[in-house]
Protein backbone atom coordinates (compact mmCIF):
# COMPACT_ATOMS: atom_id res chain seq x y z
CA UNK A 1 0.00 0.00 0.00
CA UNK A 2 1.28 3.13 -0.74
CA UNK A 3 0.93 4.64 2.48
CA UNK A 4 2.89 2.50 3.84
CA UNK A 5 5.43 2.53 1.88
CA UNK A 6 6.10 5.84 2.15
CA UNK A 7 6.21 4.91 5.98
CA UNK A 8 8.47 2.10 5.45
CA UNK A 9 10.69 5.08 3.24
CA UNK A 10 10.83 7.58 6.11
CA UNK A 11 12.09 4.89 8.68
CA UNK A 12 14.60 3.88 6.33
CA UNK A 13 15.98 7.68 5.68
CA UNK A 14 15.70 8.15 9.53
CA UNK A 15 18.42 5.45 9.92
CA UNK A 16 20.42 5.40 6.24
CA UNK A 17 19.77 9.13 5.74
CA UNK A 18 22.29 9.01 2.51
CA UNK A 19 20.32 6.07 1.47
CA UNK A 20 18.53 7.20 -2.33
CA UNK A 21 15.99 4.82 -4.01
CA UNK A 22 15.86 3.62 -8.35
CA UNK A 23 13.11 3.25 -10.17
CA UNK A 24 12.24 0.03 -12.26
CA UNK A 25 10.46 -0.06 -15.37
CA UNK A 26 9.32 -2.84 -16.94
CA UNK A 27 11.08 -4.35 -20.09
CA UNK A 28 14.54 -5.61 -21.06
CA UNK A 29 17.51 -3.96 -19.18
CA UNK A 30 18.55 -0.37 -21.41
CA UNK A 31 15.25 -0.07 -22.41
CA UNK A 32 14.12 2.43 -20.16
CA UNK A 33 16.26 4.71 -18.05
CA UNK A 34 17.23 4.05 -14.00
CA UNK A 35 16.77 7.04 -12.06
CA UNK A 36 18.15 8.20 -8.68
CA UNK A 37 15.36 9.50 -6.19
CA UNK A 38 15.70 10.81 -2.76
CA UNK A 39 12.27 8.77 -1.62
CA UNK A 40 10.40 5.37 -2.30
CA UNK A 41 6.97 6.97 -3.46
CA UNK A 42 9.51 9.32 -5.57
CA UNK A 43 11.07 5.95 -7.62
CA UNK A 44 7.66 3.89 -7.52
CA UNK A 45 5.75 7.24 -8.84
CA UNK A 46 8.48 7.29 -11.86
CA UNK A 47 8.38 3.47 -12.05
CA UNK A 48 6.67 0.72 -11.56
CA UNK A 49 5.82 -1.97 -8.77
CA UNK A 50 9.40 -2.09 -7.35
CA UNK A 51 12.49 0.03 -6.20
CA UNK A 52 15.83 -0.73 -5.41
CA UNK A 53 18.01 0.52 -2.62
CA UNK A 54 22.08 0.60 -3.35
CA UNK A 55 24.12 -0.14 -0.25
CA UNK A 56 26.67 1.05 1.14
CA UNK A 57 24.09 4.14 1.78
CA UNK A 58 25.47 7.17 -0.41
CA UNK A 59 27.38 5.01 -3.19
CA UNK A 60 27.99 6.22 -6.24
CA UNK A 61 25.99 5.39 -9.62
CA UNK A 62 26.38 3.18 -11.88
CA UNK A 63 26.80 5.19 -15.71
CA UNK A 64 22.91 3.00 -15.93
CA UNK A 65 21.45 4.97 -13.19
CA UNK A 66 21.17 8.85 -13.13
CA UNK A 67 20.11 11.62 -10.49
CA UNK A 68 16.63 12.70 -10.90
CA UNK A 69 15.53 16.29 -10.94
CA UNK A 70 17.17 17.94 -8.37
CA UNK A 71 18.98 14.94 -6.72
CA UNK A 72 22.50 15.08 -6.37
CA UNK A 73 24.83 11.93 -7.62
CA UNK A 74 26.17 10.92 -4.13
CA UNK A 75 30.22 10.09 -4.19
CA UNK A 76 30.65 7.05 -1.91
CA UNK A 77 31.84 3.18 -2.85
CA UNK A 78 30.42 1.63 -5.66
CA UNK A 79 27.28 0.00 -5.07
CA UNK A 80 27.58 -3.54 -3.73
CA UNK A 81 24.19 -4.73 -2.52
CA UNK A 82 21.22 -4.41 -3.62
CA UNK A 83 17.55 -4.01 -1.64
CA UNK A 84 14.68 -4.49 -3.43
CA UNK A 85 11.09 -3.13 -2.00
CA UNK A 86 8.38 -5.06 -4.36
CA UNK A 87 5.30 -3.72 -3.87
CA UNK A 88 1.84 -5.68 -2.10
CA UNK A 89 -1.06 -5.02 -3.73
CA UNK A 90 -5.19 -5.84 -4.42
CA UNK A 91 -4.96 -7.84 -6.86
CA UNK A 92 -7.87 -10.38 -8.59
CA UNK A 93 -7.90 -13.52 -10.56
CA UNK A 94 -10.40 -16.78 -11.02
CA UNK A 95 -10.82 -16.76 -7.55
CA UNK A 96 -11.60 -13.23 -6.07
CA UNK A 97 -9.97 -10.33 -5.22
CA UNK A 98 -7.00 -11.15 -2.46
CA UNK A 99 -4.02 -9.03 -1.46
CA UNK A 100 -0.73 -9.77 -2.61
CA UNK A 101 2.38 -9.38 -0.35
CA UNK A 102 4.99 -7.62 -0.56
CA UNK A 103 8.61 -8.09 -0.34
CA UNK A 104 11.84 -6.49 0.65
CA UNK A 105 15.07 -8.22 0.13
CA UNK A 106 18.60 -7.97 -0.14
CA UNK A 107 21.35 -9.27 -2.36
CA UNK A 108 25.31 -9.55 -1.85
CA UNK A 109 27.46 -11.98 -2.46
CA UNK A 110 30.48 -11.85 0.65
CA UNK A 111 33.54 -13.09 -1.35
CA UNK A 112 32.97 -10.12 -3.73
CA UNK A 113 32.87 -7.46 -1.37
CA UNK A 114 35.55 -8.20 1.18
CA UNK A 115 35.42 -8.41 4.98
CA UNK A 116 35.75 -4.62 5.41
CA UNK A 117 32.41 -3.92 2.93
CA UNK A 118 30.60 -7.09 4.75
CA UNK A 119 30.50 -5.85 7.73
CA UNK A 120 29.19 -2.08 6.43
CA UNK A 121 26.79 -4.47 4.73
CA UNK A 122 25.65 -6.17 7.11
CA UNK A 123 25.01 -3.31 9.50
CA UNK A 124 23.21 -1.24 7.11
CA UNK A 125 21.47 -4.52 6.34
CA UNK A 126 20.15 -4.94 9.91
CA UNK A 127 18.97 -0.98 10.41
CA UNK A 128 16.80 -1.35 7.15
CA UNK A 129 15.44 -4.43 8.36
CA UNK A 130 14.79 -2.59 11.90
CA UNK A 131 12.92 0.39 10.03
CA UNK A 132 10.89 -2.44 8.45
CA UNK A 133 9.70 -3.88 11.80
CA UNK A 134 8.91 -0.24 13.19
CA UNK A 135 6.51 0.64 10.20
CA UNK A 136 4.76 -2.86 10.60
CA UNK A 137 3.24 -5.32 13.01
CA UNK A 138 3.61 -8.71 13.23
CA UNK A 139 0.53 -11.06 11.43
CA UNK A 140 -0.73 -13.86 12.36
CA UNK A 141 -2.06 -16.01 9.17
CA UNK A 142 -4.52 -18.71 9.37
CA UNK A 143 -4.35 -21.31 5.87
CA UNK A 144 -7.50 -22.35 4.65
CA UNK A 145 -7.55 -25.48 6.72
CA UNK A 146 -7.01 -23.29 9.79
CA UNK A 147 -3.00 -23.72 10.55
CA UNK A 148 -1.85 -20.51 11.58
CA UNK A 149 1.57 -19.25 10.99
CA UNK A 150 3.42 -16.26 12.30
CA UNK A 151 6.34 -14.91 11.05
CA UNK A 152 4.76 -12.34 8.73
CA UNK A 153 4.48 -8.39 9.28
CA UNK A 154 1.83 -6.40 7.33
CA UNK A 155 1.60 -2.21 7.43
CA UNK A 156 -1.01 -0.64 9.53
CA UNK A 157 -2.63 0.82 5.92
CA UNK A 158 -2.57 -2.89 4.27
CA UNK A 159 -4.02 -4.46 7.67
CA UNK A 160 -6.76 -1.70 7.55
CA UNK A 161 -7.78 -2.36 4.18
CA UNK A 162 -7.44 -6.31 4.35
CA UNK A 163 -9.69 -5.94 7.81
CA UNK A 164 -12.01 -3.72 6.16
CA UNK A 165 -12.65 -5.36 3.09
CA UNK A 166 -11.96 -9.51 3.98
CA UNK A 167 -9.89 -10.34 1.46
CA UNK A 168 -7.71 -13.12 1.49
CA UNK A 169 -3.66 -12.72 1.57
CA UNK A 170 -1.42 -14.49 -0.89
CA UNK A 171 2.03 -14.56 -0.89
CA UNK A 172 4.02 -15.50 -3.83
CA UNK A 173 3.07 -19.44 -4.48
CA UNK A 174 -0.60 -18.02 -4.64
CA UNK A 175 -2.17 -19.82 -1.44
CA UNK A 176 -4.74 -17.67 0.57
CA UNK A 177 -4.73 -16.63 3.72
CA UNK A 178 -6.66 -14.83 6.33
CA UNK A 179 -5.36 -12.60 8.56
CA UNK A 180 -5.59 -13.34 11.98
CA UNK A 181 -7.00 -9.96 14.09
Known amino acids: MPADEVLLGKRIAEVLPAAGWHCSHPGPLGLHQVHLHASIESALGCGSTQAFLGLPAGASLPTTIVPAPGVSAPCGPPIAAVVQLLCSRLRTDERGEFFESGRLAVRWFEPEVGPETHQ ?46 QVPLAGPGGERFRLVN
Open 120 to 165: TLTEQTRLVWTALRTATRPAAIETAVGRRTTGTRIGPAAHDQVIRQ
